[in-house]
């Protein structure tokens, strides 16, 4: 009695998988289907990092401008909604935010997407004290899009995921040119009202006055 037992029990020793019992033609769609979720049939927008770049500085923080290009392949138009974006030096977060401007991306079409960065000057002290004579800053860049589709809203996370290479001396190098360009740049105004010529102004420039009678531009600034 128990031999016949255990052959009975070995006849069968585990219950056929609900997924065996599916044709063949069946299980391909259903794999299929797995595989396009959660697009649905959307193919993925390709995202590629273009630029980050300095653009200007307050006592508040620095300011700096990232390119992204953004290509639709698919047959209809998207929406790419938002972006949601981090910044990392060394694991460390500088800042995330995100870009809420709308932007429909044609079918097989791309598009440039500029993201302001707005860096506060205090984080600055928790990066490497030479961090501005470096010529190969490399920081973290991940950003996430959200669209707008035919078949409903896809978030992608990661769309964006690079090792940015930063010249930090060419960006000092930025900073300088806007201050001069602020204080001494052509037409300007502030600096005419003390009698001075620009470089197109056909009319020679007045004389300095005396010593100690120059106005007072710097109340301008």
Known sequence: MLFAMIAKVNRFPHAPS??????AAALV??????????GRGVKSCKYRFQTLGFTGMDAQATHWRMDVA?????????TLTRMRYALLYQ??????????????ITANDSQMIQTSLDIPNALWKRLPADIWTQTDAKFDLIADAYLSTWVG?????????ETVHINMTEQVAKYRDMVMKRFFG????????????GP???????????????PRTNEHF
């Open 18 to 23: 609900p997924w065996l019992r599916l044709p």
């Open 29 to 38: 769609l259903l794999l299929a289907a797995c595989a396009l979720n959660p």
């Open 70 to 78: 953004v290509t639709n392949p698919n047959a209809k138009d998207v």
């Open 91 to 104: 694991a460390d977060t500088l800042l995330s935010g995100w870009n809420p401007e709308k932007r429909t």
């Open 153 to 161: 809203d896809i978030m992608v996370p990661h769309a964006v995921k």
């Open 186 to 197: 052509w037409p300007g105004e502030h600096l005419n009202e003390g009698g001075i010529a």
């Open 200 to 214: 197109d102004t056909a009319a020679p420039s007045a004389p300095y006055p005396p010593s100690g009678t120059e």
